[in-house]
C-alpha cells in the first residue's frame, strides 16, 4: 500500500518542500489541467500500473497454485519478486534518472513492463512467471523515481502542479482499492494471465501522454556526478538477502544454506553501510536517514506497508483456501477495504489539522497495528474479524501514507525531496515484500504439503487456521515495533522544536 503521491501533496504546498523541476521548455506552461490532459493521462496510467500491479495479482495466487502446481515458497516469491527488484533497484533508478534523463529512463521502464506482461502468455511454468515478475519490478523501478519530477515540469504554478498530484495520485490508489476486486471478478470469466497482461495497454498510454506532452531533459537539469554502482549493488543483495535467507530455512535445504546465506546477509548489510558513509558520492546519504523527522516516517510506512502486505496476503489464502470461497466471493469479501480507502481520502486533511500531525500519525498507526492483531486472533472465529480487520488497516493506512511523506519531505532539504520520495516508495516496496515473505515462510513451516493440493480434510485447515494466527501476530509485533520507532523519533523532532514551528507545519497540512 504505497500512497505515495498524496502523501507529497500534504508537504507540497509550502514553497520551500517543493521540487524545484522545471515547466516545458517547449512552448508555454500548460494553464490548466484540461490543457495538459494527454500527459496526464500517461504519468496516471504509470501510477495506475504501480498500484495496481500486486493488489490485483494477489487474488489471483490460489488459482496460479493450482494451476502451475507451485509450492508455498514458490507461491510467495510470485508477488515477492516484484516488490524485491522494485524495492532494491529504485534508488539506483533513481540516481540514473538524475543524470540520463527521467523522461528517458521512464521510456524505456515502460517499454520492459510492456515486454515483460505479453510474455506471461508463454508462462509454463512458476519459475517461468517469477522471473517475469521480477522483471515487471525492474520496470516499476525505472519509472518511478522521476515521475514527481515529470509532473511538476508539466506547470508554472503551485496551485496546479498540486492538482495535478492529486490527480495522478487518486488514479493510483483507485487501482490500489479495486485491484482485488477486478482479479476476482476476471478470474470467472477468463485465465490469470489476463490480469498481467491487461498492463500491456496501460504502458501503451503512458508511453504515448508522456512522449506527446512531457519535453526532453534539459542537460542543465542532470547531475553529472557518477553513479554509486557498488552501493546500488551491496544494497539490493542486502534486500535479496534479507528475503532469501527464511526461505531457505524452512524450504529444508542443506544446514548450512541458511546460515550460510544469513551470514552473507550481514556481511553485504554491513559493506553497504560502510560504503555509503565513506563514498564520495553515495547512493544514499545515510545521515539524512538518521534525521529524526525522516526516521520516523519512514518506520511509520514500513509498519503501514508492512501490514497491509501481510493482512491482503493471509486474508486471500484464508477465504479461498480455508474456506473454499471462489474468487469472485473473495473479491467480494475484500471490498470493505475497498470503500474505505476510497471513501476516506476526503476526510484525512481535516482529521490531520483537527488532531495535529503526532497525534494523527500515533492514532492512525495504531489503528494499523490493532486491525492486525484483530484478525490474528479472530479470523479463525469467521468473516466479521476478518471485516473489522480490513477496515482499520485501510482506514490507518489511508491517514499513516499522508503523514508518512510528508515527515519524510519536511525532514529533508529542499533540494532532497526527489530523493525522500524515492526513500518512502523504498522503504514500502521493502515493508511489502517482507510482509509475504514472512508470512509465507511461517505458512510454509506450519502447514505441510503445497497449499494448491486438495482436498483440504479438517486437519490440514485446523493446521492452516493456527498457521494464520502465529503469522498475523508475528507480523503485529513487527508493525508495533516499527510504530513505536516512529513515535519516539517523532516526539525527538518536538522536543527540539518552537511550538510556533509545529504549529505552522500542522497548518500546511
Known amino acids: 500500500m504505497h500512497e505515495r503521491t498524496s502523501s507529497v501533496r500534504t508537504s507540497s ?3 520551500s518542500s517543493a521540487p524545484t523541476s522545471p515547466a516545458p521548455t517547449t512552448g508555454s506552461p500548460p494553464v490548466g489541467l484540461r490543457d495538459a490532459w494527454l500527459p496526464l493521462a500517461g504519468l496516471s496510467a504509470v501510477f495506475l500500473f504501480e498500484m495496481l500491479d500486486n493488489s490485483v495479482l494477489n487474488v489471483a495466487l490460489p488459482t496460479i497454485a493450482r494451476d502451475l502446481a507451485a509450492s508455498t515458497t514458490a507461491l510467495q516469491w510470485v508477488s515477492g519478486a516484484y516488490s524485491v527488484a522494485f524495492g532494491g533497484l529504485m534508488l539506483l533508478f533513481g ?5 540520463v534523463g527521467r523522461r528517458r529512463t521512464m521510456l ?3 517499454v520492459l513492463l510492456a515486454v515483460a506482461s505479453l510474455a506471461t502468455v508463454f508462462v509454463t511454468s512458476v519459475e517461468q512467471l517469477i522471473v517475469v515478475r521480477a522483471l515487471m519490478g525492474v520496470a516499476a523501478a525505472m519509472t518511478t523515481p522521476g515521475s514527481m519530477a515529470l509532473a511538476f515540469r508539466l506547470f508554472g504554478t503551485e496551485d496546479l502542479r498540486v492538482r495535478a498530484l492529486t490527480v495522478i495520485s487518486t488514479a493510483g ?3 490500489l482499492a479495486v485491484g482485488p476486486t477486478i482479479g476476482g471478478f476476471v478470474l470467472a470469466v ?4 489476463v490480469l498481467l497482461v491487461a498492463n500491456v495497454p496501460i504502458a501503451l498510454v503512458a508511453v504515448v501522454g508522456i512522449r506527446a506532452g512531457i519535453a526532453a531533459d534539459r542537460p542543465a537539469d542532470l547531475h553529472r556526478d557518477p553513479v554509486d554502482v557498488i552501493g546500488a549493488v551491496l544494497g539490493t543483495a542486502s534486500i535479496v538477502g534479507v528475503l532469501v535467507t527464511p526461505t531457505l530455512v524452512v524450504s529444508g535445504a542443506a544446514g548450512w544454506a541458511g546460515w550460510g546465506a544469513g551470514t552473507a546477509t550481514v556481511l553485504v548489510a554491513a559493506g553497504f553501510v560502510v560504503r555509503e558513509r565513506t563514498a564520495r558520492h553515495p547512493l544514499l546519504d545515510l545521515q539524512l536517514i538518521a534525521r529524526p523527522l525522516v526516521s520516523s516516517g519512514l518506520a511509520y510506512k514500513a509498519a503501514a506497508g508492512l501490514a497491509m502486505a501481510a493482512l491482503s496476503y493471509l486474508v486471500t489464502l484464508q477465504l479461498q483456501f480455508a474456506w473454499g470461497w471462489p474468487p469472485a466471493l473473495a473479491a467480494v469479501g475484500t471490498l470493505p477495504q475497498v470503500v474505505v480507502l476510497l471513501a476516506s481520502g476526503r476526510f484525512v486533511g481535516p482529521f490531520v489539522r483537527r ?3 503526532d497525534r494523527a500519525a500515533r492514532l492512525s498507526a495504531a489503528a494499523v497495528v490493532v486491525g492486525l492483531a484483530v484478525f490474528a486472533l479472530t479470523a479463525r472465529l469467521g468473516y466479521p474479524g476478518v471485516l473489522v480487520a480490513l477496515v482499520l488497516v485501510a482506514a490507518g493506512m489511508r491517514v499513516v501514507g499522508a503523514v508518512a511523506g510528508n515527515n519524510v519531505l519536511q525532514g529533508l532539504p529542499a533540494d532532497r525531496t526527489s530523493i525522500g520520495a524515492a526513500l518512502v516508495d523504498t522503504a514500502s516496496e521493502v515493508a511489502t515484500a517482507v510482509g509475504i515473505a514472512a508470512t509465507g515462510t511461517i505458512l510454509a513451516a506450519l ?5 494448491g493440493a486438495t482436498p483440504w480434510t479438517p486437519d490440514r485447515t485446523a493446521a492452516f487456521d493456527g498457521a494464520v494466527s502465529v503469522a498475523g501476530v508475528a507480523v503485529t509485533i513487527v508493525a508495533a515495533v516499527l510504530v513505536v520507532v516512529g513515535v519516539l523519533r517523532a516526539r525527538t523532532t518536538l522536543a527540539n522544536t518552537p511550538a510556533t514551528t509545529t504549529a505552522q507545519e500542522e497548518s500546511d497540512v
Open 108 to 110: 524505456v521502464g515502460l
Open 447 to 451: 502447514v505441510p504439503g503445497s497449499l
Open 13 to 15: 504546498a509550502p514553497t
Open 173 to 175: 490508489l483507485v487501482g
Open 355 to 357: 488532531v495535529g500531525l
Open 190 to 193: 477468463a485465465p490469470w494471465q
Open 95 to 99: 540516481s540514473v534518472a538524475d543524470r
